[in-house]
């Protein structure tokens, strides 16, 4: 098994669209009604959507590849803070808004590659931290990132369609 990283371009927003649709159904698509579900997918998970993501500047996606295959993504924002964070809020974070991995990918070092990658980028940037926010029933996740140090900083909401779900946000100090 061959793994490479490397940066999304805007040919990649297709693969990037199917694969983000994908991977959100397998992990969390039982928690919704279909209607909420295909509300978020059509606004968030689209090949579009990839494309305006890949335009913006503050905004990089990383992919990881097995054997020349999409198996992982990461995407991150530089600057934008996290609204639902109580004070004192960073002034230089980096957002990971999205982190996806295969379901047959988990546990074979794609998710510590692009954490890595992620935390990286965030340093070289002079963030003053790291955010993310992860569903709160989702403890696989939640280990997995405090194993990289990161920490519940706040309870927060995330919206698919017009269901709310109970999130944490997740902060590696820098």
């Given at each position: 098994?061959?793994?490479?990283?490397?940066?999304?371009?805007?040919?990649?927003?297709?693969?990037?669209?199917?694969?983000?649709?994908?991977?959100?159904?397998?992990?969390?698509?039982?928690?919704?009604?279909?209607?909420?579900?295909?509300?978020?997918?059509?606004?968030?998970?689209?090949?579009?959507?990839?494309?305006?993501?890949?335009?913006?500047?503050?905004?990089?996606?990383?992919?990881?590849?097995?054997?020349?295959?999409?198996?992982?993504?990461?995407?991150?924002?530089?600057?934008?803070?996290?609204?639902?964070?109580?004070?004192?809020?960073?002034?230089?974070?980096?957002?990971?808004?999205?982190?996806?991995?295969?379901?047959?990918?988990?546990?074979?070092?794609?998710?510590?590659?692009?954490?890595?990658?992620?935390?990286?980028?965030?340093?070289?940037?002079?963030?003053?931290?790291?955010?993310?926010?992860?569903?709160?029933?989702?403890?696989?996740?939640?280990?997995?990132?405090?194993?990289?140090?990161?920490?519940?900083?706040?309870?927060?909401?995330?919206?698919?369609?017009?269901?709310?779900d109970a999130e944490f946000l997740y902060e590696l100090a820098l």
């Amino acid at each position: 098994m061959t793994i490479a990283l490397r940066p999304a371009t805007t040919a990649d927003a297709p693969a990037l669209a199917e694969f983000g649709r994908d991977s959100f159904t397998a992990a969390f698509g039982h928690l919704y009604r279909p209607e909420d579900l295909a509300a978020f997918l059509a606004e968030y998970r689209t090949p579009e959507k990839f494309r305006q993501n890949l335009a913006d500047p503050p905004t990089l996606i990383q992919l990881a590849e097995v054997d020349g295959t999409l198996a992982a993504y990461c995407l991150i924002v530089r600057g934008q803070p996290f609204e639902q964070r109580p004070e004192p809020r960073p002034q230089r974070p980096v957002f990971i808004s999205q982190l996806y991995c295969a379901a047959d990918m988990t546990g074979k070092g794609l998710g510590a590659a692009l954490i890595k990658w992620a935390i990286a980028e965030a340093r070289a940037w002079n963030a003053d931290a790291v955010q993310l926010s992860v569903f709160s029933e989702n403890f696989a996740a939640q280990r997995f990132y405090a194993r990289y140090g990161f920490a519940k900083v706040a309870d927060i909401d995330f919206w698919v369609g017009n269901h709310r779900d109970a999130e944490f946000l997740y902060e590696l100090a820098l």
